[in-house]
């Protein structure tokens, strides 16, 4: 079989400390725990082999995969030798294709130039930098380590060990921004040249720090027209700064769109490794255990750590890809989703369909269906009506 450009995930979950409006699965690291890193480390590798082993009885490995991101959490913790070790036991277990994109995200002031280097020269070809402001009052509020200092700083630490493809994570939308002050951290974004941006816009997610202060009502975010000013500010100003926006919160410079990313959006297969990590592959979706002790456990008996899988009919598999599609500019293809699962888009959607194009929150061109501008601002909504 061949499997349509697949990826590879890995999970670092580990932090210096926890944002409050984080939601992601990642433990505080106790200061100096080498020992907790190299235990995890060792697990991981042992996940990559047992994946490995599960591939090939399953007849399911793929000629080769088109992309490797390590995520976390904050995998630039990590010291240069277990990156090293990571990509080494991916590589000679998954066959990566010639050019694969490979990226790590990184936390400004966790790593040094000398580490960057080494990620370079050990195949690493792309950086996502969590910048996330470039105003000091507001990375403190967001209860982040770094400085806007250290964002430009590690900028200027990529390129000279010889990253031309990064990104920058901006988030916006944060408690008491105001317009002006969202403009400042995008401006000085552009100013460094990313290849890439990402502009999420702050959510309150449930559990955090930030959800129990804005239930006690110590936590204002902007308004919602302001929000949206910001959204529409910011497409205009990328838009003129010659980046493609081609995805909902994502811009990039011609050739550099996030290749991983991509594979979520278009709903193809990949393999999720480490604690927490989810996989989709050949309609089946499963997720890893989140517990670290459990996942270290279960890999030293060569158990694979899965704590979760589903298998999703075509209909379900159709409906997703639909739902995740929509988050790119450029839509679906209606004849290419109908051919890829053998189902008819209309017969299973079009009274939900016709009534997003009535209410102008979709728009069908030449056999692709695609969020409109409005639809942009109301994506939620109209994703759910594929669920
Ligand atoms: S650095 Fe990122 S993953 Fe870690 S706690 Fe903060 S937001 Fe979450």
Redesign the pocket.
């Given at each position: 079989m061949r499997i349509d450009r697949p990826g590879i995930y890995v999970h670092i979950p580990f932090?210096l400390?926890?944002?409050p409006?984080?939601d992601?699965v990642?433990y505080p690291l106790e200061p100096g725990d080498a020992g907790g890193l190299q235990a995890y480390v060792d697990a991981l590798v042992q996940e990559v082999s047992l994946r490995k082993d599960w591939l090939e009885a399953v007849e399911l490995m793929p000629e080769a995969f088109f992309s490797l991101y390590i995520g976390?959490?904050?995998p630039s913790l990590l010291e240069a030798n277990h990156i090293a070790r990571i990509l080494e036991s991916v590589i000679s277990c998954f066959p990566l294709k010639t050019g694969a994109e490979i990226t790590i995200e990184v936390?400004p002031g966790t790593s040094s130039l000398e580490e960057l280097r080494t990620w370079r020269r050990l195949g690493v070809n792309r950086l996502s930098i969590?910048a996330q402001s470039f105003d000091d009052t507001f990375l403190a509020r967001l209860?982040?380590i770094h400085t806007a200092r250290e964002v430009y700083q590690m900028v200027e630490w990529a390129r000279r060990a010889g990253f031309i493809n990064v990104s920058l994570d901006l988030m916006l939308g944060l408690p008491g921004q105001s317009l002006e002050n969202w403009q400042m951290t995008l401006t000085e974004a552009v100013g460094l040249r990313p290849r890439h941006l990402s502009c999420y816009e702050l959510t309150v997610e449930e559990s955090t720090p930030y959800c129990a202060l804005q239930a006690q009502g110590r936590l204002q975010l902007p308004p919602e027209d302001e929000v949206i000013a910001m959204l529409q500010w910011t497409h205009q100003y990328l838009t003129d700064s010659g980046y493609q926006h081609y995805e909902i919160s994502n811009y990039a410079l011609p050739g550099y769109e996030s290749r991983h990313n991509r594979i979520y959006w278009e709903n193809r297969w990949y393999i999720g490794l480490g604690a927490a990590a989810f996989s989709y592959w050949d309609g089946r979706r499963w997720g890893n255990t989140a517990g670290l002790e459990e996942y270290i456990r279960k890999l030293a008996a060569g158990i694979l750590p899965e704590a979760y899988s589903e298998r999703l009919d075509q209909k379900g598999q159709l409906g997703e890809t639909i739902m995740l599609g929509l988050r790119l500019r450029e839509g679906v293809s209606i004849p290419e989703l109908e051919a890829r699962f053998g189902l008819s888009v209309w017969e299973l959607w079009e009274e939900e369909i016709t009534g997003l194009m009535e209410t102008g929150l979709l728009e069908l061109s030449q056999g692709r269906l695609r969020l409109t501008e409005r639809g942009l601002l109301l994506a939620n909504q109209v994703q759910a009506a594929f669920l």
């Open positions: 932090c400390r926890k944002c409006y984080c992601f990642s976390g959490g904050t936390n969590g209860g982040r």
